[in-house]
């Protein structure tokens, strides 16, 4: 017989950051990866919205996409992963991949999102400086 799953102690286990929004966009779960990866302490974001985390520049498309996730229960991003950019505590820039569920309540309402992050910003930066570089390459074979 399976034992039962502690979902609590699997979310704190993880190595990824998992978030949980309700609603209107604040935040009801950050687990420890999150903290490590974002520098905001759990008692710090919860109840925050995710404007925490989402670049300044980037906050109005993504509440055009949150609202019209939770006005029609559907999103584009259930099983593609999503590549944008974050920030953390300090003001730095990340490059963050993620995928996103919808989470209901027992009456099947719209509850909230959760997010399960990955911090992709040194793969991002070595993929940036090998394009840089394959570019002067070529450049400098055709010259």
Known sequence: ???????????????????????????????????????????????????????????????DGYQKTMATGQTRYGNDVLRVPAVDKSGNALSIAFTVALLHSPQNELTGIVAVIRDETSRFQEERALRKRLAELEASAGA
């Open 1 to 63: 017989m399976q034992e039962a799953i502690d979902f609590e102690q699997l979310v704190n286990a993880i190595g990824d950051a998992v978030i949980i929004s309700d609603a209107g966009g604040n935040i009801t779960l950050w687990n420890p990866a999150a903290e490590r990866m974002f520098g905001f302490t759990q008692s710090e974001a919860l109840g925050q919205s995710l404007d925490l985390i989402i670049p300044e520049r980037l906050r109005g498309r993504h509440w």
